[in-house]
């Protein structure tokens, strides 16, 4: 059967339309002034002083870990339930990921664990704020501070996400963004590195653009990272937009918090004092429930409800990590992998695709 109600949906209207044609009529498409604009409207929604735009999330991980000074011979703690990206961005950099585990109800990394796993090697952490709520940035700055290590935000899908108030990419020395297509806001593809730090403001600029202090004049090894006009002029339409799009999807997920009622199926969990923007909602199939997570994704689709999972397979796990010996056992990352399923909770769903994706697996 087709799908009728996609995992994800990307929430174009006619202003983004009209911004991007303004750009293009201009003649000026590469990084320009709709860019820098860009640059200041985010750092104000980040409550801070810097946000460097990039053409990517991977890049915006890449270039902060690099401006924080990662390199060969060090290790940095990231969690092994999550996209790889997280883990490349510091292969990357030529050093070496250590896989940790993460809590079991909230997706994102354990603070024991990263603890436990603290070598005289390690340079950094990078806290995933997963599926969009974000990690425990109070316990992670706090080891960070203790072992005097970087504290990166991969904040990729938490868009507006806070705790106790204060926004995703205020809480690190850096926080890295991805406006990739079903993000909860988009330009398409497209990234953002968020600092306090002048200094490291100033690094950033010179790893996006070629590693250069004015034109023509190369003070160290960069990259082309930088993000287009184009793009900037549909993420300036979409950051005003994001509060209500953020709304749209809380809303959607309290609907199924209330409505899926089955044995075996545990619903998202929110953490005091932290918000959810809910980039995705993703439930655990349990032994209890009367199909495997595979074979619930099927069904499912047989009856045109789209879906995904959120990883189905660890990083330490991943044949390019196999070499490499995790920071720790991860026994919740496994299991998880065997159990996570993505319902579709996008602003582009309706009441009615709600009741019937409630009522289909209800009904199971």
């Known amino acids: 059967m087709t799908i009728r109600i996609p995992i994800a949906r990307p929430c174009i209207g006619p202003e983004e339309v009209e911004a991007v044609r303004r750009v293009m009529e201009s003649g000026n498409l590469a990084q320009g002034e709709a860019v820098a604009a860009f640059e200041r409207e985010f750092a104000a929604f980040s409550r801070v002083k810097h946000a460097v735009a990039v053409n990517n999330g991977t890049a915006a991980l890449h270039a902060a870990l690099l401006a924080a000074g990662i390199g060969p011979g060090d290790e940095v703690i990231a969690p092994s339930f999550t996209f790889i990206a997280t883990a490349t961005s510091v292969s990357m950099c030529g ?22 796993a603290v070598t005289p090697a390690t340079r950094a952490v990078v806290g995933v704020h997963l599926f969009g709520q974000l990690c425990d940035v109070a316990a992670l700055s706090g080891i960070c501070e203790d072992h005097d290590l970087a504290f990166i935000e991969d904040a990729a899908q938490a868009h507006g996400a806070t705790f106790r108030g204060l926004p995703a990419g205020s809480f690190g020395e850096m926080g890295c963004f991805s406006f990739y297509a079903t993000k909860n806001m988009t330009t398409g593809e497209g990234g953002m590195v968020t600092t306090d730090s ?4 100033a690094t950033l600029r010179l790893l996006v653009n070629h590693g250069q202090s004015r034109k023509y004049l190369h003070t160290r090894l960069g990259y082309n990272y930088r993000m287009t006009d184009m793009a900037a002029a549909m993420g300036l339409v979409q950051l005003r937009r994001l509060p209500a799009l953020n709304a749209a999807r809380g809303e959607h997920a309290r609907y199924l ?15 005091a004092g932290f918000s959810h923007v809910y980039h995705q909602y993703v439930i655990q199939v349990m032994p209890e429930f009367p199909l495997a997570r595979d ?12 879906t995904a999972v959120h990883y189905p397979m660890p990083i330490h796990l991943q044949p390019l990590y196999g070499g490499i010996p995790p920071g720790g ?20 769903v309706s009441g009615e695709d709600l009741a019937f994706i409630a009522e289909t697996v209800n009904g199971v």
């Open 198 to 201: 002048d200094d490291l403001a």
């Open 295 to 306: 074979r619930l994704a099927a069904y499912l689709g047989e009856k045109g409800i789209g």
């Open 95 to 116: 050093a070496v990921p250590r896989c940790v585990d993460v809590d079991d109800r909230s997706f994102n990394l354990d603070p024991e664990a990263v603890e436990r």
């Open 257 to 271: 918090d209330g409505h899926l009622r089955r044995e075996g199926i545990l619903t998202p969990r929110r953490k």
């Open 329 to 348: 056992p991860c026994p919740v990352s496994e299991r998880l992998a065997g159990t996570v399923l993505s319902l579709p909770v996008h602003p582009g």
